[in-house]
C-alpha cells in the first residue's frame, strides 16, 4: 500500500476577488520509505503541496489519503491529532524552542501529543539524540550549538514520536554545502534505519541528487517524475 496517495487533487487560495490556482489537479503515489524531493521554480507550489501533506492545511479539491487515511474528510482537530501522531516537521530555520535545552526541544512533541511515561520518554529522547550524533549535547540551549547541530536537533524533534513521514521544507538552506550534505546523509541513515519517508522541498541541487524519487512541479502542475535510475514517467 503506498503511504501518500493524492488523486486530482488542486489547492485554490482565495486573495479577495482573486483566485490563486497554486495546485492544479495532479496524481501522485509515495511508498514507504522513500526519499523524495519536489522540486521548482519559486511559486511552483512546493510548499502549498507540503502543507497539505502534512495536514496543514487541505486541499480544496480531489483526494488525499495518508497511511490510508483521507485527510481531506478530517476536521481541524482530527487533523491535528493525527499530525501529531504520524507526522514529524523539519524547517529550513530549524524552529527550536530557545529557551528550552536540546533535550528539551526533542522531549516537546512527546509531551504535547503522546502520553508516555517519564523513564521511556527520557530514554526515547536520549535515543534520537545518540542516533543523530547529539548524545552529549543534550544540556545545551540552541544558542549554543551551529546550525548543523540545530537541524540535527530538529531531525531527532520530528522522528521521536515515530512519524511515518517527514516533511522538510528547504531543510537545508541555511547551511553551509559540508553542514548539507551531512545532514542529508544523516536523514538517510534515520529512513534505514527507522524506515521513515522524507519529503522535502528544494532548490538545493545536492538534495536532488540524493533523492530517489524527485517530483518537477511548475505553475502548480506535475511536469515529470524521475527516479533513482535517472529514468522518468509523466
Ligand atoms: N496563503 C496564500 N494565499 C494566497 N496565495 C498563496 C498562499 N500561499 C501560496 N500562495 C500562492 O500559491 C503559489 C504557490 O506558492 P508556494 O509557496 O506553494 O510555492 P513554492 O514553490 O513553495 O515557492 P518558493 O520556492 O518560493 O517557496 C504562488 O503563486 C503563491 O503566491
Redesign the pocket.
Known sequence: MSLVNATCIEKT?Q?GDIS?R?IRGIDFTIDPASFVSFV??????????LNMIGCLDPPTAGSLTIIGQDITIMDRKQAAHFRGEHIGFVFQDFNLIPVLTVFENVEYPLLMVQNWPTKKRKARVNSLLEAVGMGDQGNKYPRQISGGQKQRVAVARALVTNAKVVLAD?PTANLDGETANRIISLMKKMRDEFGTTFIF?T?DPKVMQSAEIIFT?ED?KLLKRRNDNGGTND
Not at 521548482?40 to 503541496?49: A, D, Q, V
Request: hydrophobic content about 25%.
Open positions: 487560495y486573495v490563486v497554486a521548482g521554480p519559486s511559486g511552483s507550489g512546493k510548499s502549498t503541496l528547504e522541498s532548490h512541479l502548480g
